[in-house]
């Protein structure tokens, strides 16, 4: 299936308030940030790109594109597009499908943001039915 840069793009409505180290009085997320991370310009025939979070922030969601050396959006698609098991980086495995440009480069922006985790499994799952009877 061909994709568009982005159209894998999760987007999350984030809380900006941040954890303080008790999680005492803590939103679910915070920290807000977006780290982008691209590969080298050339005629590979697949690229592969891992956004590594800063430490203690957690991958929340990704976006990617097939670029020219101009930035300009080229036909691609995503062979692989998935956090790690732990949730500290996000890859990206692409290729270019365009016959316009030779020599592209993979681009993988994440959102990277503080977690806590308690309180982001506790106090927002969704209530069970037996309880709420």
Do not use: H
Not at 7 to 22: H, P, Q
């Amino acid at each position: 299936m061909k994709q568009l840069s982005f159209i894998s793009c999760v987007f999350l409505s984030i809380l900006i308030n941040g954890c303080k180290n008790d999680n005492s009085n803590c939103s679910p997320v915070g920290g807000y940030e977006i780290k982008v991370v691209e590969s080298n310009l050339d005629d590979a025939a697949f690229k592969q790109v891992t956004v590594d979070c800063p430490k203690n922030k957690r991958a929340l969601g990704a976006g990617w594109s097939v670029v020219d050396s101009t930035n300009a959006i080229l036909d691609g698609s995503a062979t692989f597009f998935q956090p790690s098991f732990d949730g500290k980086s996000w890859m990206v495995n692409a290729k270019n499908n365009s016959g316009f440009a030779r020599n592209w480069k993979l681009r993988v922006s994440c959102i990277c943001a503080d977690v806590c985790p308690d309180k982001a499994f506790k106090e927002y799952q969704r209530p069970n039915e037996d309880s709420a009877k």
